[in-house]
């Protein structure tokens, strides 16, 4: 059993940030986030200009995944569809479950390997690895018995938390592990270890261990948080706060 208590989170810098929802921050201090409805990038690059995209047709944004800044998922839950976009924030694919001859009643999306999502079918209650250029499923999971409440995945494993447990699959669908969810309602990967946010606290799982270990935090009211390289960003009232995480 490891008995490390907590994880050091030690403050970097705060900026300004007025969003509806923070998605994500990388290695590149480039920011993510929603606002009225349009996902926003801010890079470096860019030179403090924000460039947008929006599809008001397709009713909210329900999710945005960036692990691969290349292939950009944008899920819009109400019309069962998914856009992704390149680096430019340029459409380059769009994915109507609707339209499907298999059709798929899609709750939660997340980035794979190539030209894959990993989603969530409502109808069967599985995981699927769904190939969007081929229209096929490479892979997918037994039947999850709880409800899902998130999804994160890399190109090898994909992370699905149900009210129940924390469930780790590996790229054919096979379960890796399975680690109670003790009131987590969230999760982000980081080189494959998961932060889960439980109320208004963050906690850490270590990818060798099943030891979920609290990370000590100001005492800061989290909206939304990201992580990437052990630099956690935590986005509270208009601010984007830094944190260094330490003793891992």
């Known amino acids: 059993m490891n008995s490390q208590e907590f994880i050091e989170a030690s403050f970097v810098k705060k900026t300004e940030l007025t969003a509806d929802t923070f998605v994500s ?16 990038k801010n890079s470096k690059e860019l030179k403090g ?34 856009i992704v976009l390149d680096n430019r924030l340029a459409e380059i694919f769009k994915i109507d479950f609707n339209s499907q001859t298999d059709y798929k009643n899609v709750s939660h999306v997340s980035t794979g390997s190539d030209n894959t999502l990993w989603i969530f079918n409502q109808n069967t209650q599985q995981i699927e690895l769904f190939d969007y250029k081929t229209n096929t499923t ?35 669908g096979n379960l890796v592990k399975k680690i109670k969810n003790d009131g987590y309602t969230s999760i982000e990967v980081d080189n494959e270890n998961v932060i889960l946010k439980k109320e208004n606290a963050l906690f850490y799982l270590k990818k060798s261990s099943e030891v979920i270990i609290p990370i000590r935090l100001p005492n800061l009211l989290i909206k939304q948080f990201s992580a990437t390289n052990e630099t956690l960003y935590l986005y509270t009232d208009e601010t984007l706060q830094q944190f260094q995480l330490k003793n891992l």
Do not use: H, M
């Not at 460039?51 to 800044?69: A, D």
């Open 49 to 82: 200009i924000d460039i947008g995209y929006n599809n008001f047709q397709l009713g909210n944004i329900t999710s945005v995944n960036t692990f691969n800044p290349l292939k950009i998922n944008v899920f819009y839950k109400d019309f069962n569809t998914v």
């Open 138 to 172: 490479r892979a997918k999971t037994l039947p999850i018995q709880s409800p899902v409440l998130d999804l994160k995945s890399n190109y090898n494993f994909c992370w699905v938390l149900t009210e129940k447990q924390l469930i780790i699959y590996d790229y054919f």
């Open 25 to 40: 921050t990388n290695n590149f201090e480039t920011t993510f986030y929603i606002l009225e409805n349009v996902l926003f």
